[in-house]
């Protein structure tokens, strides 16, 4: 199984710019899709963006789309998440996440990193 670690996470102001990584080892990453979720206090996980292994296609959550990049170097077993002109409501624990390819349920998950937005 592949094991991820998140990084980049901080204190930013509202309108700025944070890129997350996620860094995997383990298992072969190249076959894995690859999602980005986020929990703020008092509310469920979310899917926020996710990419697939094989073409790179792209999901974003509503909340998000224009502001949020989901992307991945499988040279690197990297994804990232650049995040721009951020919000208050983005203040979350941001998680990485991984699923083989053909399965439905994300299977590994990073420890997360807390992104904090002030307005």
């Known amino acids: 199984q592949v094991q991820l670690v998140e990084s980049g996470g901080g204190l930013v102001q509202a309108g700025g710019s944070l890129r997350l990584s996620c860094a995997a080892s383990?298992?072969?990453?190249?076959?894995?899709?690859m999602g980005w979720f986020r929990q703020a206090p008092g509310k469920e996980r979310e899917l926020v963006a996710a990419i697939t292994w094989s073409t790179g296609s792209t999901y974003y959550a509503d909340s998000v789309k224009g502001r949020l990049t989901i992307s991945r170097d499988n040279a690197k077993n990297t994804v990232y998440l650049q995040m721009n002109s951020l919000k208050p409501e983005d203040t979350a624990v941001y998680y990485c996440?991984?699923?083989?390819?053909?399965?439905?349920?994300?299977?590994?998950w990073g420890q997360g990193t807390q992104v904090t937005v002030s307005s």
């Open positions: 996440a991984a699923r083989r390819v053909g399965v439905k349920m994300y299977e590994a």
């Open positions: 383990g298992r072969t990453f190249s076959s894995y899709n």
